[in-house]
């Protein structure tokens, strides 16, 4: 098991890194903004779900040779960054007409689900993440490191969800207010569709060891 103290650290090491905006929380905003809180907190799902092979494959080590490999590190980096390009134009082409129905998403849950997984799978820096990080916590006297690795992975994971979610419901509250004024909403759904756009075209431009 797990030592407490190495826990409680990771725990406090992990909330650190999750409150910083970054790709996950941008894509989360993104989503929010053009489609609503429903299908922000529902990405938020999917894309934790995204993560856990890549917390599979880094418990049983695999995830240290795709780290150490740029060509499999770089190829998963430009699909996940070309899904998220065409996620944020379909935002884009979508935007007036989700504006006259409310605001609400027409996605289904399954659709709103798998496209948050895709792009959660498709993030290498989450196995660049784990590999670097959940080895400083396990202690080697204190079980199997595979089981200690999974312990620590998905207690990332349940912090990041309820932060996540969080961006998204504020994201979602703040497109509430722009839905009173169909034009105001349609212009917002356009910008969270450039802000996907953007955020794939950066990722895809990285260096590979980004």
């Not at 409150?19 to 809180?37: D, T, Y």
């Not at 989700?98 to 609400?104: I, L, P, V």
């Amino acid at each position: 098991m797990i030592p407490i103290e190495n826990l409680v650290a990771f725990a406090l090491a992990s909330m650190v890194i999750i409150v910083i905006p970054g790709p996950g929380v941008l894509f989360v905003i993104g989503r929010s903004i053009a489609l609503g809180r429903r299908a922000g907190v529902l990405s938020v799902l999917g894309n934790s779900l995204g993560n856990i092979p890549a917390l599979l494959l880094v418990a049983f080590g695999v995830g240290a040779i795709v780290a150490s490999s740029v060509i499999a590190f770089t190829a998963i980096k430009v699909v996940g960054a070309i899904y998220l390009v065409y996620l944020g134009v379909q935002a884009i082409r979508h935007r007036t007409r989700r504006a006259d129905q409310g605001g609400g998403a027409p996605a289904s849950v399954t659709t709103l689900l798998r496209q948050g997984f895709i792009v959660g799978m498709t993030n290498p820096k989450t196995i660049a993440f784990f590999v670097a990080v959940l080895p400083q916590f396990v202690a080697r006297d204190a079980g199997p490191i595979w089981v200690q690795l999974l312990i620590l992975g998905l207690v990332f994971q349940a912090i990041a969800l309820v932060c996540d979610s969080t961006w998204a419901v504020a994201a979602g509250t703040a497109r509430t207010w722009f839905g009173r004024s169909p034009r105001r909403l349609a212009t917002l759904s356009g910008a969270g569709g450039f802000l996907m756009i953007g955020l794939g075209g950066a990722l895809a431009l990285t260096g590979a060891k980004s």
